[in-house]
């Protein structure tokens, strides 16, 4: 591995906020500036964000990072971008401006489009050409929903006048000012318009969704070019932007999970399990997504996908509306104030439950209170409804794939919360070992960027950049730990037989 001088700069546009990082080339975090964008809830259940606020904001975050990071603008090699996946907008090609508000991943509108095309039949064919579901988490039925609410932009969308794309498609066009229009293998697979084993897009799959394209971005691998970019004036030269994956599968190639069989938690908005199964793709059984980890020198690496869509957005949902804390951090001391949660279970099915279950008409419950119930239960309960959620996922992918795992990497913003991940460790009878640097998304991104640039040469140079974390093991004893998931279940199924019955 070479050693190289020059700085990295990352964007990770979350579902949350748009973070810029510098990184030096042996991967440490040496700074970042976040900007957070409004949550925009135009009915139950519909999310959006504001497109033109998200790019201003990556504009914004750069500028002042490469402000206060002395000579940051002069050495920069490159430009890398991790984002929210499933997220997506409609812009002109013309002027770059958002036609409609970003339509994001957690948004419910899709809903009776997806059970309509359920119903026709055409689940299995999506599931063979794309390894994932007909839901309303991914964008292809959420545009349906938009285009037969808008014909007019049906209409562009046909004629070109108008462009579809994830984040990092939406940000790559405004960063080069309408040069390039691409995406990676890592999100394009996540439109549902995408064939994982052809590695291209489908006219088969649009047509299952009735949506007409003039064109679609050009798709490329995580670590190729992706054209060059000043900041919109930002610097006095162009860089280069190598390095461009979704944010969940840009943690796993941070993890270096090169061998099949290796698995990571992000623990983010939502949470995405991933388990490298090798070069060959191989379809779940029991439910489990099959995801493109990432495409390196023409070799796809695909992985199996558990999807979690409310696990960190749960805390934020006890300090936004119940204002029960006033920051995550909180909710550790809370927890730890009482010996255990009484009985309480909080099912955060606010968005419907995803894997397993994928129920998307659920709604979410806190279950066993009694006047003995205090926040301190109640926030303790919303803890362990993540350790609990992340369990289902790990046993259904465990037993899908057919291996016992080991070991779970974790990484994400709550990994600084040792309660939820001793939990995690106690409820799966496995070691977690939580990443010390928490932005292993952008992290991903940049390792993508040095391949780019060939300042590393080969998946076995990156085994050699040192990763520090923290080792949790299970100390909670089995027979008590079973008891706890056993009245999870109930409480789940409680919640689905509830639902049936509404």
Request: contains cysteine; aromatic residues 10%.
């Given at each position: 591995?070479?050693?190289?001088?020059?700085?990295?700069?990352?964007?990770?546009?979350?579902?949350?906020?748009?973070?810029?990082?510098?990184?030096?080339?042996?991967?440490?975090?040496?700074?970042?500036?976040?900007?957070?964008?409004?949550?925009?809830?135009?009915?139950?259940?519909?999310?959006?964000?504001?497109?033109?606020?998200?790019?201003?904001?990556?504009?914004?975050?750069?500028?002042?990072?490469?402000?206060?990071?002395?000579?940051?603008?002069?050495?920069?090699?490159?430009?890398?971008?991790?984002?929210?996946?499933?997220?997506?907008?409609?812009?002109?090609?013309?002027?770059?401006?958002?036609?409609?508000?970003?339509?994001?991943?957690?948004?419910?509108?899709?809903?009776?489009?997806?059970?309509?095309?359920?119903?026709?039949?055409?689940?299995?064919?999506?599931?063979?050409?794309?390894?994932?579901?007909?839901?309303?988490?991914?964008?292809?039925?959420?545009?349906?929903?938009?285009?037969?609410?808008?014909?007019?932009?049906?209409?562009?969308?046909?004629?070109?006048?108008?462009?579809?794309?994830?984040?990092?498609?939406?940000?790559?066009?405004?960063?080069?000012?309408?040069?390039?229009?691409?995406?990676?293998?890592?999100?394009?697979?996540?439109?549902?318009?995408?064939?994982?084993?052809?590695?291209?897009?489908?006219?088969?799959?649009?047509?299952?969704?009735?949506?007409?394209?003039?064109?679609?971005?050009?798709?490329?691998?995580?670590?190729?070019?992706?054209?060059?970019?000043?900041?919109?004036?930002?610097?006095?030269?162009?860089?280069?932007?190598?390095?461009?994956?979704?944010?969940?599968?840009?943690?796993?190639?941070?993890?270096?999970?090169?061998?099949?069989?290796?698995?990571?938690?992000?623990?983010?908005?939502?949470?995405?399990?991933?388990?490298?199964?090798?070069?060959?793709?191989?379809?779940?059984?029991?439910?489990?997504?099959?995801?493109?980890?990432?495409?390196?020198?023409?070799?796809?690496?695909?992985?199996?996908?558990?999807?979690?869509?409310?696990?960190?957005?749960?805390?934020?949902?006890?300090?936004?509306?119940?204002?029960?804390?006033?920051?995550?951090?909180?909710?550790?001391?809370?927890?730890?104030?009482?010996?255990?949660?009484?009985?309480?279970?909080?099912?955060?099915?606010?968005?419907?439950?995803?894997?397993?279950?994928?129920?998307?008409?659920?709604?979410?419950?806190?279950?066993?209170?009694?006047?003995?119930?205090?926040?301190?239960?109640i926030v303790r309960a919303a803890l362990e409804s993540i350790g609990y959620m992340v369990t289902d996922v790990l046993r259904a992918?465990?037993?899908?794939?057919?291996?016992?795992?080991?070991?779970?990497?974790?990484?994400?913003?709550?990994?600084?919360?040792?309660?939820?991940?001793?939990?995690?460790?106690?409820?799966?009878?496995?070691?977690?070992?939580?990443?010390?640097?928490?932005?292993?998304?952008?992290?991903?991104?940049?390792?993508?960027?040095?391949?780019?640039?060939?300042?590393?040469?080969?998946?076995?140079?990156?085994?050699?950049?040192?990763?520090?974390?923290?080792?949790?093991?299970?100390?909670?004893?089995?027979?008590?730990?079973?008891?706890?998931?056993?009245?999870?279940?109930?409480?789940?199924?409680?919640?689905?037989?509830?639902?049936?019955?509404?």
């Amino acid at each position: 591995m070479t050693q190289h001088p020059g700085l990295f700069l990352a964007i990770d546009q979350s579902t949350s906020a748009t973070k810029a990082l510098l990184f030096s080339t042996d991967g440490r975090l040496l700074d970042q500036e976040s900007l957070s964008h409004r949550q925009i809830y135009p009915r139950a259940g519909w999310v959006e964000h504001d497109a033109e606020e998200i790019f201003n904001n990556t504009l914004r975050s750069t500028s002042t990072l490469l402000d206060r990071y002395s000579g940051g603008r002069s050495n920069l090699l490159t430009l890398s971008i991790t984002n929210q996946r499933e997220t997506f907008v409609l812009f002109d090609p013309e002027t770059g401006q958002p036609l409609y508000n970003a339509i994001v991943w957690q948004c419910r509108r899709g809903d009776d489009v997806c059970r309509r095309l359920t119903k026709a039949g055409h689940e299995p064919l999506v599931h063979e050409l794309t390894g994932l579901k007909i839901d309303t988490y991914f964008p292809a039925g959420k545009l349906c929903w938009l285009l037969e609410a808008r014909p007019d932009l049906c209409a562009r969308l046909k004629d070109g006048s108008a462009l579809f794309g994830t984040v990092d498609t939406y940000l790559l066009y405004r960063l080069t000012n309408g040069r390039v229009y691409a995406t990676d293998h890592t999100n394009a697979s996540r439109t549902l318009f995408y064939d994982i084993g052809k590695l291209a897009w489908s006219e088969e799959l649009c047509d299952v969704f009735g949506v007409e394209f003039n064109r679609l971005p050009e798709v490329r691998e995580s670590a190729d070019w992706f054209g060059d970019t000043d900041l919109a004036g930002s610097l006095k030269r162009r860089i280069p932007i190598y390095g461009v994956m979704g944010d969940s599968q840009a943690a796993l190639f941070a993890q270096r999970c090169f061998v099949p069989g290796s698995a990571k938690v992000t623990f983010g908005t939502g949470s995405s399990i991933l388990l490298n199964v090798g070069h060959e793709k191989r379809l779940s059984l029991y439910g489990t997504l099959t995801a493109l980890g990432w495409v390196w020198q023409g070799q796809p690496t695909y992985a199996f996908e558990g999807i979690i869509n409310f696990t960190g957005a749960t805390i934020a949902w006890l300090r936004d509306q119940l204002q029960f804390i006033t920051t995550p951090d909180e909710t550790e001391l809370l927890a730890r104030s009482v010996p255990d949660s009484d009985g309480v279970y909080f099912v955060p099915a606010f968005v419907g439950l995803s894997a397993p279950y994928w129920r998307a008409d659920a709604r979410a419950a806190i279950l066993g209170m009694t006047p003995s119930t205090t926040r301190a239960h109640i926030v303790r309960a919303a803890l362990e409804s993540i350790g609990y959620m992340v369990t289902d996922v790990l046993r259904a992918m465990g037993e899908d794939a057919g291996v016992n795992l080991g070991m779970i990497y974790a990484d994400g913003g709550a990994v600084r919360n040792a309660f939820l991940m001793q939990f995690a460790a106690d409820m799966n009878r496995l070691t977690v070992r939580a990443a010390e640097t928490p932005e292993l998304s952008a992290l991903g991104v940049v390792l993508n960027g040095g391949l780019g640039l060939k300042i590393y040469t080969s998946l076995d140079d990156l085994q050699q950049i040192p990763a520090g974390f923290v080792e949790y093991n299970p100390v909670l004893d089995s027979i008590n730990a079973s008891n706890l998931y056993a009245g999870w279940q109930s409480a789940v199924q409680s919640v689905l037989y509830q639902t049936k019955q509404g």
